[in-house]
């Protein structure tokens, strides 16, 4: 497993992911786009990060996790660039021996990504959209 950081959409990381025989939790974290912004309704949201110290964060995150948590693996996928309304920007999948242990590492990992990870968003605005003209 692993970190990364594209313009891969979630579903082509994902099939990619395999399932480990040892461990009884998988749990998958998708991060969708809402279909609103500040009450406006929104197409979709622009990602853009920090390209020399994103990953490294993320990185960064994941092996303090491997050291301080329970035993467990970890992919997480960040979308940059486009993602519309209804699609997830963000997978965090997380596989542990118990359901509660891969609950509670999850939520850790997203409160850390979006703490320290340079990734920013600009929704773009169905009103103001001009992708169809």
Do not use: C
Not at 10 to 15: D, L, P, R
Not at 103 to 124: C, D, H, M
């Amino acid at each position: 497993m692993g970190v990364s950081i594209s313009e891969q959409s979630i579903a082509e990381v994902e099939a990619a992911f395999l399932p480990s025989e040892k461990h009884g939790a998988d749990i998958r974290f998708h991060g969708a786009v809402r279909d609103s912004e500040d009450e406006r309704p929104i197409s979709g949201i622009e990602y853009s990060h920090y390209e020399g110290m994103a990953l490294v964060e993320l990185e960064k995150i994941a092996r303090e996790m491997a050291d301080s948590e329970i035993a467990h693996l970890v992919a997480i996928h960040h979308k940059i660039g486009f993602v519309s309304n209804g699609e997830a920007s963000i997978v965090i999948r997380v596989q542990t021996p118990h359901s509660a242990d891969a609950f509670r590492i999850t939520a850790e990992y997203l409160r850390r990504i979006k703490a320290s990870v340079p990734i920013w968003k600009k929704p773009i605005f169905a009103d103001t959209d001009t992708s169809a003209a």
